[in-house]
């Protein structure tokens, strides 16, 4: 099983959807989780930090719900400018560095 | 402010020679990191440093070195590149290694060993 574990999609949802994309991870004792966005043959750039008690950044949302050890991602009201990969991050840990990346969730928005 | 500069942008290279991977952040950060991007397999960890001087082994190390002379660079070198190790490189930095860190990310390096 892998450490971090994302749906790979592509997610094809119309202008103005809500989307909700979850990773799930196996480290019990990951400490830190973020949410990456990286767009077509470019860098990876952070989108969201993820708290324990969950945080808002305008129409995104991101979840921790360490009983069941899955992170979420809901976009809300979707833009074209939306279309990408989102990559799950976790990190910490036993056993030395440990930053994970997921494999990546594509959303693909439509007109 | 450029942030993380990586060079060269692409490279195709015959197998069994040597290639090193150049990295240069302006941001005075401590960490710094060279991760492998591949289809499938998400970012994966090949070596990171804490601060100049100090490096360690992630998680697909071997075939790759690095060195930390000092706070900016970050090279990246393949001593015998093999076609298993065609990829995307992507060089990364953080204030320091603590894991609430944001990375930031270079350009990447689009590696191809024939």
């Known amino acids: 099983r892998k450490e971090v574990e994302q749906d790979p999609g592509p997610f094809n949802v119309p202008e103005g959807a809500t989307v909700a994309f979850n990773c799930t991870y196996s480290?019990?004792?990951?400490?830190?989780f973020f949410w990456y966005r990286q767009d077509c043959r470019k860098e990876p750039k952070l989108l969201m930090s993820v708290y324990s008690s969950g945080n808002e950044d305008g129409r995104f949302t991101a979840q921790l719900n360490r009983a069941s050890q899955y992170i979420s991602l809901l976009i809300r009201d979707s833009k074209l400018s939306d279309s990408a990969t989102y990559l799950c991050v976790v990190n910490g840990g036993t056993g030395g560095f440990k930053t994970i990346f997921g494999a990546g969730t594509r959303l693909f928005v439509k007109a | 402010i450029a942030g993380i500069t990586q060079a060269p942008t692409s490279q195709i290279l015959a197998a069994g020679r040597r290639m090193t991977l150049r990295c240069t952040q302006d941001m005075r950060h401590n960490a710094m990191y060279w991760y492998r991007q591949d289809l499938g397999l998400g970012l994966r960890l090949i070596h990171y440093?804490?601060?100049?001087?100090?490096?360690g082994k992630g998680e697909v190390p071997d075939g790759y070195s690095v060195s930390r002379a000092n706070t900016d660079d970050f090279p990246l070198t393949l001593a015998s590149a093999v076609p298993s190790q065609t990829s995307v490189y992507f060089c990364?930095?953080?204030?320091?290694?603590?894991?609430?860190?944001?990375?930031?990310f270079g350009p990447g390096t689009r590696l191809t060993v024939l």
């Open positions: 480290n019990s004792a990951s400490q830190s």
């Open positions: 440093s804490n601060t100049a001087g100090t490096t």
């Open positions: 990364a930095s953080s204030e320091n290694s603590d894991i609430y860190n944001e990375q930031f």
